[in-house]
């Protein structure tokens, strides 16, 4: 197995609703915002190398949405997943699967693309099965008022229409072990129902993709949980537990939104759970 970060492109979004009820004046520490409270967003995907499997876990953005939809995530940087694939030698192409942690715009956009006459969407990886799970899928056919504008039906209707659309087990619990992609997942319904935090066990390590339970190194302390949280209060439960284990088991965290923080190790404080170290990763596996 090898495993590559894959940057897909970095935006803005409002401070405040990363942070949810936190004061500016503590996530700023962390966080610092720009004069229009925008704070640096990545979104940094993962990809899996295991025999002939390549599996990608989300795809970013992507870049079919309007001048005017991007307009509000003031995007910054050249980073696209074009060009993160092929600084690894692979191809889009040649991508065999494609895990969705969730189906927000900013996780899953990058998995439909328009046609080359811009007549319909398509997905972007011709070759792969798409991956969710089915309570996850039809709560984001199905969209609550609070979510909508982040379940896009562009984003989603043609992975099911191409016949590429496949469904991760549900455990009975909210860990599966050995996934049908071979790593184990993580389910928590905090930030939205049914969201897939995978586990990778790679060099001895266990490596966790923090999709968007941990979505950067600056909401470590438990009650820093976004606003765009569906059921902020189970996030907390299923947030504390996390970390407890994270910190006792020495898990490495992927950031996927965390601009300026790849990797992260966490440890236990008088304070609670807070940061031990970070790392890029390229110092921690090459």
Avoid at 10 to 18: I, R, V, Y
Avoid at 30 to 46: H, K, V, Y
Avoid at 128 to 145: G, K, L, M, S, Y
Avoid at 218 to 237: N, S
């Amino acid at each position: 197995m090898r495993l590559f970060p894959i940057e897909s492109g970095n935006f803005k979004l409002d401070g405040g609703a990363m942070f949810g009820v936190v004061p500016k004046s503590l996530w700023t520490r962390t966080n610092p915002a720009d004069n229009n409270n925008m704070i640096d967003i990545a979104a940094r995907c993962l990809l899996i190398e295991d025999g002939d499997r390549l599996i990608l876990i989300d795809t970013g953005m992507g870049n079919k949405q309007s001048d005017k939809f991007f307009g509000y995530y003031y995007l910054w940087g050249n980073d696209n997943i074009d060009d993160s694939l092929k600084k690894h030698g692979f191809h889009r192409d040649d991508i065999t699967d494609v895990f969705m942690s969730h189906l927000h715009f900013d996780h899953c956009g990058g998995s439909v693309q328009w046609n080359k006459d811009r007549t319909f969407l398509e997905p972007a990886f011709k070759n792969a099965r798409f991956w969710t799970n089915e309570n996850h899928w039809q709560w984001a056919v199905n969209p609550n008022a609070r979510e909508k504008a982040s379940f896009l039906k562009e984003n989603i209707m043609p992975m099911e229409e191409s016949g590429q659309l496949n469904y991760i087990s549900l455990p009975q619990g909210d860990y599966l072990k050995n996934s049908e992609l071979g790593f184990d997942v993580l389910f928590v319904d905090g930030h939205t129902e049914k969201q897939m935090i995978p586990h990778i066990h790679y060099k001895g390590k266990t490596l966790v993709f923090m999709a968007d339970l941990l979505p950067t190194a600056g909401h470590i302390p438990v009650p820093y949980v976004m606003g765009y949280d569906t059921r902020p209060l189970l996030t907390l439960d299923e947030k504390a537990k996390f970390l407890d284990k994270a910190a006792s088991e020495n898990y490495y965290l992927f950031l996927e939104h965390d601009a300026h923080n790849e990797i992260c190790t966490l440890q236990h404080t008088e304070k609670g759970v807070r940061l031990k170290e970070v790392f890029t990763f390229n110092e921690l596996f090459n």
